[in-house]
C-alpha cells in the first residue's frame, strides 16, 4: 500500500484484511486484545461520559495489545504495572478533556511512566478514532519513511498526514476516519512481510530439491 495511493477501494481492501493479517501473526494472545482495544475499550471510554478516563487495567491490556502487535519490550509493562491507579484515572481525564488538540491531550498523558508519545496516541486512539491515529511502527514508516524519531512533534505531523489522507479518502462518499488508515497501512505492511517470508520460503525449498537433485548425480 502505497501512501500516496488515493484509491478509497484499495484502502478499503487493507482494511477489510486486518484480521487476517492479524491471525497471521499466530500470536494467540493478540486477538483477544485487539478485540478488547478496537471493541470493548471505545464502549468502556464512552460509557463515562461525560468525564471520560481509562483504569489502571484497562491501560495495562492497552498496553499489551500495543507490545504484541509490535514490538515486544516487557519493561514498559512493568512500568505501566507499577502506576497508581488515580494518576492514570487523572492523567487520562485531563487527556480526554483537551481534544481535539492532540499536543496538550498527548502531553497530559506522557506524565505517566512508561507511556509515551506512542502509547498516549493509542489511548486517544480508543476514544476518539476521529482525531487521533495510533502511531504504530508501520503507519509511521508507510507515511514518513522513518522510524527514528517518536517524539510529540513527530507524532502531530504524522496525525495530520492521516487525517489528510482520511478527509482525502472520504471525499466519494465512502467513510475513513485517521485511525481507519492506521491499521490500513499496518495490515498492508504485514501482508507485504508475510508474502516476501513466504517467497524466502519457497525459494530455500527449492533450492534444496536443486541441491539433493546435484547429490544424485
Request: with cysteine; hydrophobic share 40%; glycine share 4%.
Amino acid at each position: 500500500m502505497e501512501f500516496d495511493s488515493i484509491l478509497a477501494s484499495a484502502w478499503r481492501e487493507a482494511l477489510v484484511a486486518y484480521k487476517a493479517n492479524l491471525e497471521s501473526l499466530r500470536k494467540p494472545d493478540l486477538l483477544p486484545l485487539d478485540a478488547f482495544y478496537r471493541c470493548e475499550l471505545p464502549l468502556l471510554i464512552h460509557g463515562r461520559n461525560p468525564d471520560p478516563f481509562i483504569t489502571k487495567p484497562e491501560l495495562r491490556r492497552l498496553m499489551q495489545w500495543k507490545l504484541s502487535r509490535g514490538k515486544w519490550r516487557p519493561r514498559l509493562l512493568d512500568f505501566v504495572s507499577s502506576l497508581d491507579e488515580s494518576q492514570v484515572e487523572i492523567a487520562s481525564r485531563k487527556a480526554f478533556q483537551c481534544l481535539p488538540d492532540l499536543s496538550k491531550a498527548i502531553s497530559e498523558l506522557t506524565v505517566l511512566k512508561g507511556v509515551g508519545p506512542a502509547t498516549a496516541s493509542a489511548v486517544l486512539a480508543a476514544y476518539a478514532p476521529e482525531v487521533a491515529p495510533f502511531m504504530s511502527d508501520e503507519a509511521v514508516m508507510a507515511s514518513m519513511g522513518s522510524l527514528k524519531d517518536y517524539s510529540l512533534k513527530q507524532y502531530l505531523v504524522f496525525a495530520e498526514k492521516l487525517q489528510s489522507k482520511a478527509k482525502e479518502l472520504s471525499e466519494n462518499g465512502d467513510v475513513f476516519t485517521p485511525s481507519d488508515v492506521e491499521r490500513a497501512l499496518w495490515s498492508s505492511a504485514i501482508n507485504s512481510k508475510l508474502k516476501a517470508s513466504q517467497s524466502e520460503d519457497k525459494s530455500e525449498a527449492g533450492q534444496q530439491k536443486r541441491a539433493k537433485r546435484k547429490r544424485k548425480y
